[in-house]
């Protein structure tokens, strides 16, 4: 199952943020329209994400109550003219969260700039654990050090968790 290093922040806006990922030459990939519907299941957390028209369910175990946000995760592509009614007839939808996010990529790490309904605006750091734990951590403290980001001020819940406590 692929891991990666997350971190959550609100933001004001995202004028320094873009400011500072040009000048290290991240690249803007595209603008993602993004509807993520949540499932109750006891085990880990279950989304179906519909995303500029295609489906993905994705399934991720992540534990929020340590100092790092290490995610494990699996991603199922989904076809079909409708997988949301599919997915209805046997998982329980718990919420629904919709976003419009800017992609950026910078060397393993996604940045996603985030404007959520209901919630506002936010930035999302993912670095993929693919040369070790060691490696990515330095590859994220570097980002998150760039972007002067606080560690202290990131939210260690998903945007599911956020909207349920709203």
Known sequence: MPCNLELKSKVENFDSII???????AKEEMVLNQCDVYYDYPDFKLKLRIQNGKNHLIKYLRDESGP????????????GSDPRSYLADFL??????????????????????DDVKELGLFIELETI??????????????????????????????????????
């Open 68 to 79: 790092d946000r290490w995610s494990n995760y699996d991603i199922l592509h989904l076809e």
């Open 129 to 166: 654990m693919d040369k070790g734990e060691a490696d990515a951590q330095q590859r994220f403290n570097f980002l998150v050090n760039e972007l002067k980001l606080d560690l202290n001020n990131q939210i260690k819940m998903g945007y599911k968790e956020l909207k349920e406590s709203k």
């Open 19 to 25: 400011k500072a990922l040009n000048a290290l030459g």
């Open 92 to 113: 329980k939808e718990s919420i629904v969260v919709e976003k419009v996010r800017i992609l950026y990529i910078y060397k393993n790490t996604r940045i996603h700039l």
